[in-house]
């Protein structure tokens, strides 16, 4: 059912069993598959991780990059008809379901986020996500880098367009106006199909995800969201891990972001946390961010696009 993406009661025909054994061992599978395995492949990067990402980053021209955010929707069949009006958009013109993820190169998926009715969009599903939670919190692992001699301490996600203007996004420029620019934005643009393809992939490999979801409860579907992602990322570990020379290839570690402790007073926390959400959100620091991605873009490849 996951693979194919068949209907339950097709399955009495390969397995001599009926559609509601079906329905229940698929349930039972999924519950199975999350609490065995979503702490490993379904965490939060790690200190290890994150300078994983960081180099992989640097090598592509965008250092302090930690992946490309984007959202899909989910055709929801058996929405309830009282919830059409807030699960239906104009786009799509079907009760639909919105998954957000975070996506590297490898096409490992970092962040997930399931269940925002079809009619929100991509700024509204980020208000509501906790992408940026563990950041407000100051629990994330370090991320420091340097681009064009300045130092920036907050990783950043390449968007599409719609996305705001934070200092830990960086989206293309849609009109460029110079050379530079158009370069810039042919590079963001390119390096932001990972999240692309790993929606292409996701749904290649699990069919249940590609069609139209039949399950009558949210909470349902979250789990075949979760245990699709969770299959997805052990195919990636092991393809990673097959495909490197074994002399160099490490494991993704054991290391936790452990949770902290603040021992302090609650308007001292609040205080902190609206200081962080306003680093977060910092227009000025995303202009300087992306002029300085512009030059840094402009030294690596500007020669070959002059040429």
């Known amino acids: 059912m996951l693979a194919y993406g068949c209907a339950a009661d097709l399955l009495d025909e390969y397995v001599q069993i009926g559609e509601s ?40 021209g965008f250092p302090g990059m930690l992946g490309s955010l984007d959202c899909m929707h989910w055709h929801w069949k058996n929405c309830p008809t009282a919830w059409h009006g807030t699960h239906t958009n104009g786009f799509k013109r079907v009760p639909t379901l919105i998954l957000e993820i975070v996506a590297s190169k490898n096409l490992w998926i970092w962040h997930a986020f399931f ?60 009109q460029p106006s110079s050379l530079k620019e158009k370069i810039f934005s042919e590079r963001q643009e390119s390096t932001r199909k990972d999240v692309e393809r790993a929606f292409g992939v996701l749904q290649s490999r699990w069919h249940i995800v590609k069609g139209p979801a039949r399950m009558w409860k949210e909470k349902d579907l979250e789990k075949i969201m979760k245990t699709c992602i969770i299959l997805h990322n052990m195919i990636i570990e092991s393809e990673c ?26 308007n001292f926390i609040v205080s902190r946390m609206i200081g962080r959400m306003k680093q977060v959100q910092d227009k000025r620091v995303h202009r300087d961010l992306k002029t300085d991605l512009i030059n840094h873009i402009w030294e690596l490849y500007g020669g070959q696009q002059a040429s």
């Open 241 to 266: 891990s097959q495909g490197m020379n074994p002399e160099n290839w490490q494991p993704l570690g054991d290391e936790r972001v452990e949770n902290v402790e603040l021992e302090c007073d609650y």
């Open 21 to 60: 054994t079906a329905i229940q061992s698929l349930k039972h599978f999924c519950d199975a598959m999350i609490s065995v395995f979503e702490e490993e492949y379904l965490r939060k990067p790690n200190k290890n991780d994150i300078a994983v990402l960081l180099q992989e980053g640097e090598e592509r």
């Open 115 to 174: 269940g925002m009715a079809g009619t929100n969009n991509d700024i509204t599903v980020l208000d509501r996500s906790p992408l940026f939670d563990d950041i407000i919190n100051d629990v994330t692992p370090p991320c420091n880098y340097v681009v064009q001699c300045h130092h920036y301490d907050m990783g950043y996600y390449l968007t599409d367009g719609i996305y705001p203007q934070f200092a830990t996004l960086m989206q293309s420029i849609s």
